[in-house]
């Protein structure tokens, strides 16, 4: 990932809602909460920066490097009593692609597994193409490994496009707000 524009400085991700999913400061998430967004099985499909976060400081830490390149957002769920933090929404920020000029952002996103299989990640996609929609055109690029089949359904059911496969068997997947969908997405992804 690479340094860029913000996609809109005045569309944050914490404004991002859905009918079961509120954003919020993933600093605000708790010691617990965020031990389960990473647990060894929630992360095995993401890159080793999450793997190797063994204890609350080294997690916030991680966060807070990530927070340099992407927004990072915790994911709440609002129909819930205390909102709890069951996920994670990172999408880094925009950058004009040397070729094509067009502006392309990376997502990545997790789920604790007590959220699993409830439909969620679905309602994410859908609520940020709908947040998204608001902005300026943007490329939005996800990368999913060959056994992460659930994570490639959420992505192919929100009409991402499978452009390429990627280092290490990654399988790439693009959309783009409001336009034609381009070959290639070049960035490495972090599953979801």
């Known amino acids: 990932m690479g340094h860029g524009e913000e996609i809109d400085a005045s569309v944050s991700l914490l404004d991002l809602q859905s009918p079961r999913l509120t954003a919020r400061r993933w600093q605000d998430c708790s010691v617990v909460e ?24 080294e997690r916030r830490s991680r966060l807070a490097e990530l927070s340099q390149e992407a927004e990072v957002v915790a994911l709440a769920r609002r129909d819930l009593p205390r909102r709890p933090c069951v996920g994670l929404l990172i999408l880094s920020h925009a950058a004009a692609a040397a070729d094509t000029g067009e502006n392309t952002c990376h997502l990545g996103y997790l789920f604790a597994k007590s959220a699993w299989g409830a439909g ?33 359904r959420v992505l192919e ?10 280092a290490g068997g990654e399988i790439r997947y693009s ?16 599953g979801g």
């Open 34 to 57: 965020l031990a389960a967004l990473f647990d060894p099985e929630v992360v095995c499909h993401l890159p080793p920066v999450f793997h190797a976060a063994q204890d609350d400081a």
């Open 120 to 152: 969620l990640a679905s309602e994410l996609i859908s609520a940020l193409q709908r947040h998204l929609a608001v902005g300026p055109p943007v490329k939005v690029c996800g990368g999913v490994e060959p056994d992460n089949n659930a994570s490639a």
């Open 175 to 190: 959309w783009t707000n409001g336009r034609a969908q381009p070959d290639e997405c070049g960035l490495r992804g972090f």
């Open 157 to 166: 059911k929100a009409g991402f496009q499978r452009d390429s496969d990627g």
